[in-house]
Every structure is written in structure tokens, then in C-alpha cells.
């Protein structure tokens, strides 16, 4: 069975808590300046950071979700350039 690629399953395979909630908070709390890759981000540990790496480079489905992760945590940046 493949894991249907969405943001909370993106959460439960990064080990973090994938409640809605959760979820919301962390983006709320995480966010990044603009030049900050989420890669880059200090608050993953290594292995987190590989796997999202992996997910940015394969272009498939986990892709977007980790892009869309990726727009969640720049959100704040977004908003002050603008």
C-alpha cells in the first residue's frame, strides 16, 4: 500500500505530530526568512532534512506537498516583501 502524499502524512513520515492542529501550529512557529531553504531550516534533524531532500528532488507527488509545506513556512517572508 502507498501512503497517499498529503501534508499530514508528510508530518507523520517526518516524525512530528500530523494533527491539524499541530500541524498549524508548527507552520505558525517554524517560519522562515526568505533566503532559508526548508532544507536549510535548523530546526530538522539530519535525517528529516534528507528525507525532505529526497522528496523536493524526486518530483513526484511528495513533491508538491513538501513545496507546499515549503510555501507554508515562507509565508511570513512573503508577506513583509510585498
Do not use: C
Not at 528525507?51 to 513538501?66: H, M, N, Q, R, T
Request: charged share 25%; aromatic share 8%.
Amino acid at each position: 500500500m502507498t501512503v497517499q502524499p498529503r501534508m499530514t502524512n508528510l508530518f507523520e513520515q517526518l516524525g512530528l505530530d500530523s494533527s491539524e492542529d499541530a500541524i498549524a501550529l508548527f507552520i505558525v512557529t517554524h517560519q522562515l526568512n526568505a533566503q532559508t531553504k526548508i532544507t536549510e531550516a535548523d530546526y530538522w534533524t539530519e535525517s528529516q532534512r534528507q528525507f525532505l531532500a529526497e522528496k523536493i528532488k524526486s518530483d513526484g507527488s511528495w513533491a508538491l506537498v513538501v513545496d507546499q509545506l515549503n510555501e507554508s513556512l515562507h509565508e511570513d517572508s512573503l508577506i513583509k516583501s510585498k
